[in-house]
Structures are given as C-alpha cells and as structure tokens.
C-alpha cells in the first residue's frame, strides 16, 4: 500500500493522538473532503472545455491539429488546405455537420481585409443574430476562407469554417473591382460553387457585405434550379432582361445546374477580362441554357435588395446588399448605418411597423455620386 497522505498540520495519520482510530477516521473524512472538492472544481472546467474544445475543432480531419491556421505558416496553410487526399473528405465533414435536412447549406467567401475585428465579418454575422428567423440559420452557414488570417479570425467566430487555398495566388488583401485578383477571386468562387454541387449539396451562396433581416427560405420559388438576386429588377421573376447580381444566389443540387456551372466556368475564357456577373448576364440567354433545361428565376428587389435598388418596405425586405459602392471604408459606414436602421424597426411597437417612420438612410458613402468617380462593384 502506498504511504498515506498528510492532510493537516503536517501531522502523519500514523502519529500518536489522543484520540487514536477516532483521529485516523477525522483525516479519513477530510481526506475524502478535500478529494471531493477537487472533483467539484475540475470536473465542471473539464466539461467546459470539451464543450468549447468540441464546437470550434469538431468539423477538423483526422489531421485537425494541424489544420488550424494559428498554428501553421503561410506555406504550410497552403499545403494542408490544398492537400488533394484531404480537401474533399474534410469538406464533406464540414457541409455534413452543417447542412440542412434536404442537404442545402449557406455559403459565403472571407478574406482578411473583410475578416478584421469590426469589418465586414462583424456586421454580416450581426445581421443573423439581430433579424427575425435568422439566428438558427448560423447553425447552417459555412464560411470558406481564402486566406491564413481569414481562417484564424473565422475559428474565433464561428463553427463551421473551411481553407481554400489557390496555389500561387494570394486572396489577402482588399480586391478592387476588375482587378486581376478581384478577377480571380470571383472565377475561383464559381469554380468552387461547382464542386459543391457535384457533391450532393444545394446552397445559398452570400456575398459577406449583405445583411440578412429576415429569413428567405419562405421567398424563393420552389421547385427551381437557380435562383438569383438583382442589381435591378424590372417586376417579372422569368424577365431575362433583369440585371443579376451573383453576391445572392440560391441553387439546387442536380445534373441541370452543374452543368450549367461548368458552362460559367468556361466562359470565363470567351470573355477574358470580365467578371463572373458579367458573364452570366451574357450567357443566360445562351441556347445552351434551354438546352439543359434549367429553371431560373430572378428574385425582386423588395425581398432581396441592395443599394443599388433598395427593399422599400422594412416588413418585407430579407438581404439588403451592399453593392453599386466602392471601397471597403465605404461600404462599412453603410453597413453600420443599415443595421441602425434595422435595429430602429424593431424597436417600434408592432402597430407602428407599418407606419413608415423608420427607412433606410442609406446610401450615403455609398452614394451615386460616388459611382461616377470610381468604378463599382
């Protein structure tokens, strides 16, 4: 038997007392005590901290400690994300744990000019908590990350974070529209959206600069291919003429819409220099889309707006966008402005909603005029 231990007075269980077996029992007792009371204090931190332990590392592989971005360099983030035997199972894990019952998941695309503490991340992640039907739906967004730093600040954020790396290109910084990499990082994106379809899972793809107010499942048209949203929209969803923007979209898994993503994908080639939007408001009227027979509809502007065309009625709007604005300082203040706005909506009384003091006060940053002196996106 192992030598007992001391629990008082430095005093040996075994020394003589006066009270004999009556003293061994005493320290028995406290011994038992001062047990029990460590387990009360490490039993609820243990708990805790597989708790926290499970929510930001249960979606990693069998690789996971090595995939977080805190731990790695630039060059080994690279390697590890763009593992060809690794990329696809962790992905599946991560669109498994995230995705609804009919295998529909929320995507959208971070980089770390957009991923800094107070940027764009903040207010886009704020939306969902802050709007009505929208806070579940965090249960159900994976945010791919396209860059080291992104994939670090999106681990102390949320749940279900993914790295996507592109060899040889570095998707860091603030991309200004029809820049190469701006370029790039939009064609990477179709490309991407392509794979998760070929996967099994439909999606609702969201640019991070759009606030999410209300639940849009109950607005979309069922039984379609692709759904997508508008700079402009000129009052019939089967209108080709209806300028898409590709920041909002929903897709359903099917042979019908990966073709057609591929078919996008493609055409980046035919129309060198162009943006993916741009493209896809060439090639919708393709023959080739008949052909394959996809279903599309483009979604109103009063459900799904933006700057360039706002939702007017605060007890309808679902996403508002912050497009048709430049720079990142920019779209920020406009963003901070329309949560304020949002927030003054539901503090009003129920009977007051649809008295129409409350509207948006934006664009202000973000205004037309700022168009004229600066290309948009």
């Not at 931190?45 to 499970?54: G, I, K, N, Q, S």
């Not at 979309?220 to 291919?225: E, H, N, R």
């Not at 007051?352 to 948006?360: H, L, Q, R």
Request: proline letters at 4%.
């Amino acid at each position: 038997m192992g030598k007992p231990i001391a629990v008082s007075g430095g005093r040996s269980p075994r020394s003589p007392t006066a009270g004999g077996a009556g003293a061994s029992g005493k320290t028995t007792g406290q011994c038992l005590t001062f047990l029990l009371l460590l387990a009360a204090v490490a039993f609820p931190t243990v708990v805790l901290y597989r708790a926290v332990d499970r929510r930001h590392y249960s979606y990693r592989s069998l690789r996971s400690d090595l995939n977080a971005s805190a731990m790695l360099s630039d060059s080994d983030w690279l390697s590890e994300a763009a593992a060809p035997d690794t990329v696809e199972l962790r992905l599946d894990k991560i669109l498994q744990e995230a995705s609804m019952e009919d295998k529909t998941v929320i995507l959208t695309t971070l980089n770390s000019a957009w991923a800094r503490p107070g940027s764009v991340v903040d207010l886009f992640i704020e939306s969902f908590r802050i709007g009505i039907g929208t806070r579940v739906l965090l249960n159900h967004l994976v945010i791919i990350t396209l860059d080291p730093k992104a994939y670090e600040r999106c681990l102390l954020l949320h749940t279900h974070c993914f790295p996507l790396a592109t060899e040889g290109i570095d998707f860091s910084g603030e991309e200004y529209f029809m820049s190469n990499g701006y370029l790039e990082m939009m064609w990477r994106r179709i490309d991407f959206l392509r794979t998760i379809l070929e996967m099994g899972y439909s999606f609702i793809f969201t640019d991070v600069d759009i606030m999410w107010f209300r639940n849009p499942l109950p607005n979309f048209y069922s039984d379609i291919d692709f759904q997508t949203a508008c700079d402009h929209f000129f009052g019939n969803s089967t209108d080709l003429g209806n300028r898409a923007n590709g920041g909002f979209n929903y897709v359903k898994s099917n042979n019908r819409s990966i073709e057609f993503y591929k078919y996008w994908y493609s055409s980046r080639e035919k129309f060198p220099g162009h943006h993916d939007q741009d493209v896809f408001n060439t090639i919708k009227y393709d023959p080739f889309v008949t052909e394959i027979g996809l279903t599309m509809r483009f979604l109103s502007t009063a459900f799904f707006g933006g700057l360039c065309e706002p939702s007017r009625d605060l007890n309808k709007v679902c996403t508002m966008h912050a497009n048709c604005c430049i720079g990142l300082e920019s779209k920020l203040h406009d963003l901070r402005i329309m949560l304020d706005n949002w927030r003054d909506f539901m503090s009003l009384p129920h009977n007051m909603k649809n008295s129409g003091i409350v509207s948006w006060r934006v664009p202000q940053n973000c205004s037309i005029a700022a168009l004229f002196r600066t290309p948009s996106f």
